[in-house]
């Protein structure tokens, strides 16, 4: 299919007087670049392990933690939303607003010390962790 989209287009940018050598076919050969993108896609689908166990296991508090943050603000919306007040609303939002932003602003703070602290343990520089 992808080299019907390809062909189409070559051949409406050839001169009137120029021909292909061959015919395009319906099923191309692979090209080496897909086939290079296919194998890192199968190598980055997690194989079940014990190091993707172990992986899992350290990032799933993390996913949760990112998970709850828009949850809150959702169950907050509701709850101000039934009080049928449409001034309230438009506070709670701003607050919101004001509350994800500070939290992202500082979340990263642990994502760019975490791996920083970890690489200087691992080295054995325990005053620089």
């Known amino acids: 299919m992808l080299a019907l989209l390809l062909a189409a287009p070559t051949l409406a940018l050839l001169p009137h007087h120029c021909t292909l050598r061959s015919r395009p ?5 692979r090209a080496p670049a897909l086939v290079a993108q296919e194998s890192r896609l199968r190598q980055a689908i997690p194989k079940r392990d014990d190091l993707d166990r172990e992986i899992m296991g350290m990032a799933l508090p993390s996913i949760a933690n990112f998970a709850v943050i828009p949850l809150v603000g959702a169950v907050d919306t509701m709850w101000v939303g039934r009080m049928g007040s449409a001034l309230a609303l438009a ?6 607003q004001c509350f994800f932003s500070t939290y992202f602003l500082i979340a990263f703070i642990p994502t760019i010390t975490a791996p920083l602290v ?7 520089d325990i005053e620089g962790a």
């Not at 970890?118 to 054995?124: L, V």
Request: hydrophobic letters at 50%; zero cysteines; a neutral charge.
């Open 91 to 96: 506070g709670q939002g701003a607050a919101g």
């Open 25 to 29: 076919t319906a099923v191309a050969p």
């Open 118 to 124: 970890a690489a200087a343990a691992g080295s054995g």
